[in-house]
C-alpha cells in the first residue's frame, strides 16, 4: 500500500484518535498498538493509553510480501503479554478489539493457518479485518472472523468512512462495557461492505 492509500491510512488513524480523546469513557480506557506488516513485522506503537499516543507515520514498500500470519503471531504474543488478564486478586483488562487492515493476501499461507486458532483463543471481544482494495482476498479473513468488511476503493474518503466506523467501534464498547461483555458493531457506511 502506497501513495494516496498509504496516506488516507495515516489521516484516517489521526481523525481515530482525534475522535476517541473527545469520548471521556474511550479516554479513560482504550489503548492503541499498531503493527504493520508486509515483507517484515513491525510494532510502530506499542500498547498506549490513548491520552499518551504520539501516531507515528505509516509507510510501506511498494510491493513485496504480505505476511499476515508473522503479524498475527506477534499480536498473539502482544496480548499475551500485555493484556491484564482478571484473577482472584486483580481485576483484568477488557477484552480487547482487533482490527486488522490488508491490501493483499497472506504469503505465508501456512503461518497464517496456524496461528488462526491461537489468536482466536485470545479472548478478543471482536476481531474486525478489513480487505481494501481489489487485491486483498476476504475469504482469507473469513477464516479468521466473521466480522469482515470490504473497500471497493482504497481512496481518502473510503478509508475516512472505515476508520470513522472504527471509532465509533471503540467508542460503543468503551461506554457499554459495564454493563455488557459482548461488543455489538454498529451499523456500517455505504463505503464499507460486509462480506458475507
Not at 459495564?178 to 455505504?190: E, F, I, K, Q, R
Amino acid at each position: 500500500m502506497n501513495g494516496e492509500p498509504i496516506v488516507a491510512v495515516n489521516a484516517g488513524l489521526q481523525a481515530l484518535l482525534t475522535s476517541l480523546r473527545s469520548n471521556p469513557y474511550a479516554l479513560d480506557s482504550v489503548h492503541l498498538a499498531i503493527t504493520t506488516f508486509d515483507s517484515e513485522i513491525k510494532e510502530v506503537l506499542p500498547m498506549t493509553a490513548v491520552a499518551d499516543v504520539t501516531l507515528p507515520e505509516i509507510t510501506c514498500p511498494k510491493s513485496g510480501a504480505t505476511l499476515l500470519g508473522a503479524a498475527l503471531e506477534h499480536i498473539f504474543e502482544q496480548v499475551q503479554r500485555d493484556v491484564r488478564k482478571t484473577t482472584s486478586a486483580e481485576k483484568g483488562d477488557w477484552k480487547p478489539i482487533l482490527v486488522i487492515l490488508t491490501d493483499g493476501k497472506p504469503t505465508d499461507t501456512l503461518a497464517f493457518s496456524e496461528v488462526i486458532p491461537r489468536l482466536q483463543s485470545c479472548g478478543f471481544a471482536k476481531i474486525v479485518a478489513c480487505a481494501a482494495g481489489p487485491k486483498a482476498d476476504p475469504a482469507q479473513l473469513k477464516r479468521l472472523t466473521e466480522h469482515v468488511v470490504s473497500l471497493d476503493t482504497m481512496d481518502a474518503s473510503s478509508f475516512s468512512k472505515f476508520f470513522e466506523w472504527v471509532s465509533a467501534t471503540f467508542s460503543k464498547d468503551s461506554q457499554s462495557r459495564g454493563a455488557t461483555a459482548s461488543v455489538d458493531l454498529p451499523p456500517p457506511p455505504p463505503e464499507v461492505n460486509i462480506v458475507v
